[in-house]
Structures are given as structure tokens and as C-alpha cells.
């Protein structure tokens, strides 16, 4: 079965440190997302991409980084972790030109940033 | 500014009664509106949506209704089920260009009572 993966599942680093969030989906779907969700916030865009070598910033794109250099992964890079980016994080992706909408999410991944 | 807002954070039912959680949005250009459900230490699960041109969609448990004048939507469970304890995330579809983007509300966290 098609599925979308995360890794790690629980992360704990250091302030200053790079981290490094992985995405890997066998849907073969153009559109990637990267999402964080915090407690009265829902679901916040910090980047994505509509294909392989196209990305794009979302509203809380500062202190990320995304590259697309194929189909099936979406890495997110933290470049210098603070502890404001401690939250959950979410990776998602869909069909292109899917008339409704739907994402596929992956587990989360949660980031403690100390 | 949020376009799409989810007024009550949490919303506590008797099982076997009916579960009626709201959402209210601000663009008339949001042309698909659809409900995620998730579970704790789980990623969202696509629920049920609906086209701005109906009013109502219904799939077993679930019905949506869509009042376009108010701008308002609702997702109704009867009758409502332990299972159903979850935190629901009302979203949005926009066309951008040739794609499209998800904006999302805060979420209602439902409990189920027995």
C-alpha cells in the first residue's frame, strides 16, 4: 500500500544545532507540504512544493529550508534550531489538480528544542 | 488575519447524541471546504468535504452543511461514538495558479462522553 513516512518520529536537540526532519511518500504525488501544528494554532504551511526542483515558502517559513530532488522526498531542514520551532511537525501530500483537496499525512514528527 | 476560524476550542457530547461542530470563513473565493479528524500522536485524516456550489454532503455518520450567505460551515455526527473523540480540523481550498492551497482553522477538540 502507498503510504507517507516521517523520521525521526521524536527528535530532542540543542539551540544552534541543524536538524534535519525527513518526508518520503510512495504515492508518486506531485505536491508536498510541510506543516507545524502548536496548541490554538492548527495547522501552519512552512513550505512546499509542487514538484521535483520547485519550492515554495508558506506563512512560517523563517529557520526552514526544503529541497525537492525527487518525487518521493521532502526533507526539512532546520538551520539553526530555536526553541520556538519546538511543535510537531507534519509532512503531507496530494495529486496535482485533485478537485477537492485531500492531503495525505504522514505520523509527525515531534521536535523538542532545548 | 485568519480566513478560516474555529470558535470553540473543545465541545463535549453524550454518546448517542448528535455533534455539531462549526467553522466560519471570510473568503468567497474558497472554492472546496473539508473536515480532517485526528487523533493524538496520529496525522490528520481527510473526513469528508464539500463543492461551494452544494449545501449539504453526507457520508454515513457525517453530513456537512455549507451556508455560503453566513459563510458558514458545519459538520454534524449522528449518532456520536466514543471513537469520534478527536480533535477536527475545518480547511479551505483557494486555487493558486495551477494548484491550489489548504487553509486551515485551529481545530475543535470533540470528547465523547459514555
Known amino acids: 500500500d502507498a503510504e507517507i513516512t516521517q523520521s525521526p518520529r521524536h527528535k530532542i536537540t540543542e539551540t544552534g544545532r541543524q536538524v534535519t526532519l525527513a518526508c518520503h511518500q510512495t504515492w508518486n504525488h506531485n505536491n508536498m507540504f510541510w506543516y507545524r501544528q502548536d496548541l490554538g494554532h492548527g495547522l501552519r504551511l512552512i513550505h512546499y512544493?509542487?514538484?521535483?526542483?520547485?519550492?515554495n515558502k508558506g506563512e512560517v517559513s523563517d529557520g526552514y529550508s526544503v529541497s525537492r530532488s525527487n518525487t518521493e522526498d521532502l526533507p526539512l531542514t532546520l538551520e539553526s534550531a530555536a526553541s520556538s520551532q519546538t511543535s510537531v511537525y507534519f509532512c503531507a501530500s496530494s495529486a496535482r489538480r485533485v478537485n477537492t483537496g485531500e492531503l495525505f499525512f504522514g505520523e509527525g514528527s515531534r521536535l523538542t528544542v532545548l | 488575519d485568519q480566513q478560516v476560524k474555529q470558535n470553540s476550542p473543545s465541545l463535549s457530547v453524550q454518546e448517542g447524541r448528535i455533534s455539531i461542530l462549526n467553522c466560519d470563513y471570510t473568503?468567497?473565493?474558497?472554492?472546496?471546504f473539508l473536515w480532517y479528524k485526528k487523533y493524538p500522536a496520529e496525522g490528520p485524516t481527510f473526513l469528508i468535504s464539500?463543492?461551494?456550489i452544494k449545501d449539504k454532503n453526507e457520508d454515513g455518520r457525517f453530513t456537512v452543511f455549507l451556508n455560503k450567505s453566513a459563510k458558514h460551515l458545519s459538520l454534524h455526527i449522528v449518532p456520536s461514538q466514543p471513537g469520534d473523540s478527536a480533535v477536527y480540523f475545518c480547511?479551505?481550498?483557494?486555487?493558486?495558479?495551477?494548484?491550489?492551497?489548504?487553509?486551515w482553522g485551529a481545530g475543535t477538540k470533540l470528547i465523547i462522553k459514555p
Open positions: 512544493s509542487y514538484g521535483v526542483h520547485d519550492t
Open positions: 464539500i463543492s461551494s
Open positions: 473568503n468567497s473565493m474558497f472554492d472546496y
Open positions: 480547511a479551505a481550498k483557494k486555487r493558486l495558479d495551477s494548484n491550489y492551497q489548504l487553509i
